[in-house]
């Protein structure tokens, strides 16, 4: 018998003009997730966003330095997004994610640059047989 | 649908929140995780955290 898919649904954020008046609003797919390195203390539920863009997991140096990873000992890498910036980011492997029932060994690019958590291609939706956004419901369908 | 909103959430533009279980409602924030989660976990047990995304800008990652 299948798992019944995890359901999250989107998070609406304001959106403000330069004088900090709320001009609108935008839904964003975020998923919450405990993880842990080397079977070390949990830390979470944190939130990121689910990525479809995104070649591997982007998290924020701060992060790693949580989870008692030392940023700069991952393997070096350089990642570029829109504009054509260029970032560099440690991937660190090693660290095991919990998604409601489901957990999972998966790697994370850590960057002192970028502030945002991104859940990518390598390390989140391949570990899933099936991700499913439906925008007009604004909730996301895992399938384990 | 369950459209999540959070509260107050316009004052907290590219910071770490800390929510409560409802994950409406912001316990704690700011620019550094360590103060927020401990802010938050004085509060309430096992705070959600989430970076806000700059809110004046679009954000495509």
């Known amino acids: 018998m299948a798992n019944s898919p995890i359901k999250i649904y989107y998070e609406v954020f304001p959106v403000l003009n330069s004088s900090g008046k709320k001009i609108g609003e935008v839904a964003r797919p975020i998923i919450y997730f405990l993880l842990n390195y080397k079977h070390g203390k949990m830390f979470g539920p944190m939130g990121a966003i689910i990525d479809s863009g995104a070649d591997y997991n982007l998290f924020p140096a701060d992060v790693a330095d949580i ?3 030392k940023l700069m000992k991952g393997e070096e890498k350089v990642n570029e997004g829109i504009g054509g ?4 980011t440690y991937r660190h492997l090693g660290i095991k994610m919990f998604v409601e029932g489901y957990s999972f060994n998966t790697s994370i690019d850590f960057s002192k640059e970028i502030s945002v958590p991104l859940l990518g291609q390598q390390g989140f939706f391949d570990k899933f ?6 925008r007009v419901d604004e909730e996301v369908l895992i399938e384990t | 649908m369950n459209k999540q909103k959070i509260k107050g959430l ?6 770490w929140v800390a929510l409560d279980k409802s994950k409406t409602t912001i316990v704690a924030g700011g620019k550094n995780l360590k103060k927020v989660l401990a802010d938050a976990s004085k509060k309430v047990d096992k705070p959600f955290l989430m970076r806000v995304p700059p809110l004046d800008v679009s954000f495509s990652p």
């Open chain 1, 67 to 69: 989870l008692g990873i």
């Open chain 1, 85 to 88: 910036k260029r970032v560099k």
């Open chain 1, 129 to 134: 047989k099936k991700i499913t956004f439906s």
């Open chain 2, 10 to 15: 316009e004052k907290y533009s590219d910071k």
